[in-house]
């Protein structure tokens, strides 16, 4: 292994933590622009909490609300906007992986000149990184994506029906505020749909990455177990607030990068439901509980012992030798059953997907993440029609 590592983000957690917000953000500037989604913290409570702590702290707020499930590019420059004309010196990203997502780039487009729509890649030769951004403090009321811990966002332009991504050092958060307690309120599929996701976020490394990190192994392995462990209490019981801390905090693991460092795995399951989520704008976690066991079982083929090892390490499975393709397919079937058991759609026509736009959709997902070859990266990498066996698949 070589690599080069730093994750510079202080993480504030533990129940309560919301009170501390004013004095993290203190730190960093005086007149926040507080991020917000659709309205729920405003329902309960937490919007006037943070304000509260915020104004505590001799910190003034102009609110962004109306961040979409899956945030529009329209939306993150109207953010920058607002950021500019009320001179916000510091963004709060008060939400789910949405709104953290958006806060990030809201915060670098005040700086970026030109198109912000060049930070992703999406076809083009050229590609501009943004290299400055205001200081962003973000608070997860969603334990889902780990994005309050990482310096990586997703964006889709409505205009091109595209979702694509950046990665740069200036969107790391100054300090992620952590409080499990604000995810108490959060429904039951959405709960679900979250769990989904952080483990997906490791299984994408440990199934894409490069051989010879046990390390690692052991790190994602400890993570989804601890997921199917606390995972189901937290979406039986929303005030289970020891369940909702430890999912919050494996969310947190999944993708803060410890799990991924060293193994330079690409991410071809969450390339394909981005463009799935893009057309159909459906929960980025209910998408990839389909379109993940379906890709598992297409990449099994040329793998069978790493999903053989999956297998016995986390379902108990014994394989008969290493590269047991019927062991590797029971812990792909096992996996299935636990995200249907805590109420993830499985298949396509669960969220009213068809099969009349598959190839569009191994179209647009190449265009954005590609080899020399024309191929989604991955191990295998795979062609736009194995993209669409993939999810011919999970009709």
Not at 330 to 350: K, M, Q, V, Y
Request: hydrophobic share 45%.
């Amino acid at each position: 292994m070589k690599f080069t590592f730093q994750n510079p983000v202080q993480i504030i957690f533990g129940a309560g933590t919301l009170d501390r917000l004013g004095e993290a953000v203190r730190a960093h500037g005086t007149k926040a622009l507080v991020v917000t989604g659709g309205g729920s913290v405003k329902r309960n409570g937490t919007f006037d909490r943070a304000v509260a702590s915020l104004n505590a702290a001799g910190v003034s707020v102009v609110e962004c609300s109306g961040v979409e499930p899956n945030p529009r590019l329209s939306t993150v420059v109207r953010g920058a906007d607002l950021a500019r004309r009320k001179a916000c010196d510091v963004v709060v990203a008060l939400g789910g992986g949405s709104t953290m997502d958006a806060a990030k780039v809201m915060a670098a487009v005040v700086f970026f000149e030109g198109d912000p729509w060049e930070m992703f890649p999406h076809g083009q030769a050229n590609r501009r990184l943004p290299d400055r951004a205001l200081p962003i403090v973000t608070v997860p009321t969603l334990a889902a994506t780990g994005s309050e811990m990482n310096a990586g966002a997703v964006i889709t332009n409505e205009k091109t029906t595209i979702k694509s991504f950046v990665t740069a050092g200036c969107l790391y958060p100054k300090v992620a505020v952590v409080d499990p307690e604000l995810t108490a309120s959060v429904p039951k599929d959405q709960t679900a749909y979250g769990v989904c996701d952080l483990i997906t976020h490791v299984t994408e490394s440990y199934f894409n990455g490069v051989d010879g990190t046990p390390l690692q192994d052991r790190i994602v392995e400890g993570i989804i177990l601890t997921a199917m462990e606390w995972g189901p209490k937290a979406v039986a019981d929303g005030n289970d607030i020891e369940a909702r801390a430890q999912v919050q905090w494996a969310s947190v693991v999944a993708l803060n990068g410890w799990a991924q460092v060293g193994t330079f795995g690409p991410y071809p399951v969450h390339m394909i439901e981005h463009t799935l989520s893009a057309h159909h704008d459906i929960a980025h976690g209910a998408g990839l509980a389909i379109v993940n066991p379906a890709w598992m079982r297409v990449a099994a083929r040329t793998r069978p012992a790493r999903f053989a090892q999956f297998a016995q390490r986390i379902f108990g499975i014994t394989p008969k030798h290493p590269d047991d393709a019927e062991a590797a397919s029971e812990g792909i079937d096992r996996f299935e059953a636990f995200l249907r058991s805590i109420g993830c759609p499985t298949r396509l026509s669960e969220v009213g997907i068809g099969e009349e736009l598959l190839d569009k959709f191994a179209e647009d997902t190449v265009l954005v993440a590609h080899d020399e070859e024309g191929r989604l990266p991955g191990r295998p990498a795979l062609t736009p029609s194995e993209i669409v066996e993939v999810l011919r698949s999970a009709l």
